[in-house]
Structures are given as structure tokens and as C-alpha cells.
């Protein structure tokens, strides 16, 4: 049995709930049990705090554990990053009150900085031979300089729209975070073995994101400038039609490019074009 570790609740619970959904790991709904065992996988979640996760993956109280970056490296934990999940980003950075004058980070000399991440921010502080006092707060951070407990704060900032009510700004931005995946050093063979067929699901899970199934009739006298402009995975599935001058050609495209390439392919005869999004992939 392999033994997860996730965020109790917030944005980055709900995010790791969907991916072990979309990689058919059934788990109850409940969150009121601290431990819960998938109903299909040999897979069972610890519910923590965030702050928590780092060590019970090192520890070996979970074997793995999908926690923020930020918190992982503020944490130092001993585990090992075993994937980038690309979702729950965010980025660490200081802010200061709006209408103060920034020439750059010189500015935080001899200043007071309000922070949940002290250690990190210490590391960027050093990094630029900057002396300040830090102060450890774990709760409303952004709230510090408007009551005289800060001159600027240190804390992760998504839209930025909590530093724009507080009238704070975004000055530098320290580093940029995510969702890892991490897991215990010394996990035996047989739960390396599962985290194995975990990785499988989520990398087929992840392949498949803004990914469209595309299937078009196409003239075979334009077929060779069709599957000049379509950028698939490999070659496309031509199929003949009973009309024997046209066939069925079937791509996978991405979202990004997808309009464009259309677009092109309505230019070149294309009709009958059909999109199916895609679940997951396997490459």
C-alpha cells in the first residue's frame, strides 16, 4: 500500500483531488477522516496541513506527498522531487506599500519584513547583502504596514488582488512555485513498483491537457498540404472514403494552435470537422 500525504483543504487540495480523479483513483469524499484508502488502487491519502507534508514524507509517515514549492523548500526537508505537477502555481515576492518610492531591492536595508517564509526569504536577503529584520507572522501577512507591524512583507502572491486591497505592490519577485510531487528516500521496492503505475496514470492525465482529437474529410488532391500544416504527435490516420477522391484524416492538436490551424484547414478543402476533447494519453 502506498501512502499519499495531501493538503487537508485550499486550492491546492482541490487540484490534487481532481488529478487523482482524472487518473481513476476512486477516494471517498469525506475529509472528516484523517486517513482514507482508495477503493480501486493500492493507494491510501493522509490528510495534513501543507506544513506538515515536507516531513512526513521525509519522515516515511507518507511515502510521497503533493505539496506547494514554496513550502518545500522552506520546510528543507530531506525527500526527493519526483515530478512537477503544473498546477497550483503561484510565485513568492515582496511587496511594499503602494505610494513608497522603489529605486530597487537595496530599498529593504534596514527594514522590517513580515513573512511566513523567513527562511527563504533570509537565503534572498543574503543573496543580495541586504540586512533586515524579519518577522514571522502566520496569518494575514499582507495586513503588516498598514498597521505599523512591517515596512513590506514577504508572501505568495497569485492574482495580486489581496495586494492591491491592502494598497501594496509587487516589487521583486523572489521565486516562482508549483505543485510537487515528492517522495520518501527509502521507499521498498514493491512501493516504488505502485509509484510507478501512479506516474503512469498522471503523466497520461497530463499528456492529454490542452489536447483536441480532430477528424476531418479531406480531399485527397490537398491531402500532402493538410498534413504539411497539421503539427500531430506522429503522422496522421488517413482512412479512405467511399467517395474514392476524398478520405478521413484523424490528428490530435493543441489547444494553443488550434484556430489557426483549422482556419488553414477549411483553406485546403477540409470538411466535416469533427473535435473530441481527450481524457488522457499514453505516449
Known sequence: MLRIAVQSKGRL????????????????????????????????????????????????????????????LERDEDADIISRLGFSKCRLSLAIPKETDYHGVEWFNG?????????????????????AKIHVITGSVEISPGIGLADGIFDIVSSGSTLISNNLHEVEVVMKSEALLIGNKDMSAEKRALLEQLLFRFKAVKDAED???????????????????LPG??????????????????TVLDEKRFWEIIGKLKEMGAQGILVTPIEKMII
Open 13 to 72: 487540495f482541490d487540484d490534487t483531488m481532481n488529478l487523482l480523479a482524472e487518473a481513476d483513483i476512486k477516494i471517498s469524499a469525506s475529509k472528516r477522516t484523517l486517513l482514507i484508502q482508495s477503493s480501486n488502487f493500492p493507494l491510501e491519502v493522509l490528510y495534513l496541513r501543507d506544513d506538515d507534508i515536507p516531513q512526513s514524507v521525509a519522515s516515511g509517515v507518507a511515502d510521497i506527498g503533493v505539496v506547494g514549492e514554496n513550502e518545500f
Open 233 to 250: 504527435l506522429k503522422s496522421p490516420t488517413i482512412i479512405p472514403l467511399a467517395d474514392d477522391a476524398w478520405c478521413s484524416v484523424h
Open 211 to 229: 489536447k483536441k482529437y480532430v477528424r476531418m474529410n479531406a480531399p485527397k488532391a490537398r491531402l500532402q498540404e493538410i498534413i504539411d500544416v
Open 111 to 131: 527594514k522590517k519584513i513580515a513573512t511566513s517564509y523567513p527562511h527563504i526569504l533570509q537565503r534572498f536577503l543574503n543573496d543580495h547583502h541586504i540586512t
